[in-house]
């Protein structure tokens, strides 16, 4: 009698089931699963250990954006700067002025927009958690070779590239396969649907 094989941990989904080789980017074993896992353990981490310090990651990564960037930065630059959202630094920003980390004023070049800098507070700040980043990241890579750290490195900005192409794509494309796959299913209508004879004769 010919014996099942016994499916590798790897190649089954949550539910117990094989599934391919490459199993969905986000399915419990998906590189994009244990990607936002990465990130979001990462986060909490950040965080427990600058919460003596009064700020949240948004406020850190927004010190360390301009820290790095060494000069004043509108908020459309912070955002490319410290790859976040537009919408959710604003609130940040403004905490970050009334706790006295950055100053904030108009653009010399353009009074219509405001630019950003850090304050002597907020540049002693930067340079004393700038240790931390370099802890975390030392906990986050424990137990790899040298070796498996440069293939990390590689082969992640590789990924971020493929999913910012297909962005991209979708974009000058208009949507994505789910969009493109309505618009083929989309039921007919008086206006789509090919006209039918009635069987009425004229005259």
């Known amino acids: 009698m010919r014996r099942k094989r016994k499916i590798p ?3 089954q989904g949550g539910n117990g089931e094989a599934e391919s080789v490459e199993p969905s980017l986000f399915s419990r074993h998906g ?3 244990y990607m936002r896992a990465v990130h979001n353990v990462s986060v909490k981490l950040a965080q427990l250990e600058i919460e003596p310090y009064g700020i949240n990651v948004t406020m ?5 954006a301009l820290f790095h960037a060494g000069s004043e930065l509108t908020q459309r630059e912070l955002v490319v700067h410290a790859e976040l959202a537009q919408s959710s630094i604003s609130a940040q920003l403004f905490l970050l002025v009334k706790l006295g980390l950055i100053s904030v004023k108009s653009s010399p070049t353009d009074r219509r927009k405001a630019v950003y800098a850090l304050t002597a507070k907020g540049c002693a700040l930067a340079k004393r ?3 931390i980043s370099v802890d ?3 906990v986050a890579l424990r137990g790899l070779s040298a ?3 440069v293939l990390l490195r590689t082969l992640l900005p590789r990924l971020r590239q493929n999913l910012a192409s297909k962005i991209e794509h979708s974009r000058v494309h208009g949507g994505g396969a789910a969009n493109r796959r309505s ?3 989309r039921p007919e209508t008086a206006e789509t649907s090919p006209r039918r004879s009635t069987g009425r004769r004229l005259g």
């Open 147 to 149: 070796e498996e750290i």
């Open 136 to 138: 975390l990241a030392k």
């Open 9 to 11: 941990l790897a190649e």
């Open 31 to 33: 590189v994009g699963y």
């Open 129 to 131: 958690l700038e240790p």
């Open 183 to 185: 618009r083929h299913e």
């Open 60 to 64: 850190w990564v927004l010190i360390r």
